[in-house]
């Protein structure tokens, strides 16, 4: 048996969350990181909507970002009932998002003052390569990282530079 050709990527288009409040999140990633508000809608219960989220009487509204080269995908969820993000970065799932900044001090800075709480002030991974995790003001941990040109996964390198 042969093995199906792997599919082609075009590059990674969005991520999404749930958060508690679509209207402060949207603030939150306008004002901390210059997103863009592309497209808002409510998608009210359907046999769809249960179908593909595996959920029952799903009713929701989202808004899609635009920043750089992704966007943000947020759902505020109506029903059913969600819970807090309690989750630790060592439970199985998607541990955390990373944005890729110019200077890694004055952002931790910047978004500190937009209600981020930081695990620890950045550190120096080696190299000059410098990071640090902290929390979103909806529970999500993100990263900010500043990556020398030179790093094999520095967005220099997805350019070609």
Not at 35 to 57: I, K
């Amino acid at each position: 048996m042969t093995k199906p050709a792997p599919i082609k990527i075009k590059g990674v288009h969005h991520f999404a969350m749930s958060v508690p409040s679509l209207d402060s999140a949207i603030t939150f990633y306008r004002d901390a990181f210059g997103f863009e508000l592309v497209d808002h809608e409510h998608l009210g219960q359907s046999e769809e909507g249960d179908r593909v989220t595996q959920m029952a009487n799903t009713d929701t509204t989202l808004a899609m970002l635009h920043a750089g080269n992704i966007f943000i995908e947020l759902f505020e969820f109506h029903s059913p009932q969600p819970v807090e993000n309690t989750r630790r970065m060592c439970d199985y799932g998607v541990t955390h998002f990373s944005f890729e900044v110019e200077d890694v001090h004055a952002s931790y800075q910047a978004l500190k003052a937009h209600g981020v709480k930081w695990h620890s002030d950045p550190i120096d991974a080696g190299d000059g390569y410098l990071m640090t995790y902290g929390r979103d003001p909806f529970g999500n941990v993100i990263e900010i990282q500043q990556v020398p040109d030179e790093r094999t996964y520095a967005f220099a390198q997805l350019r070609g530079e």
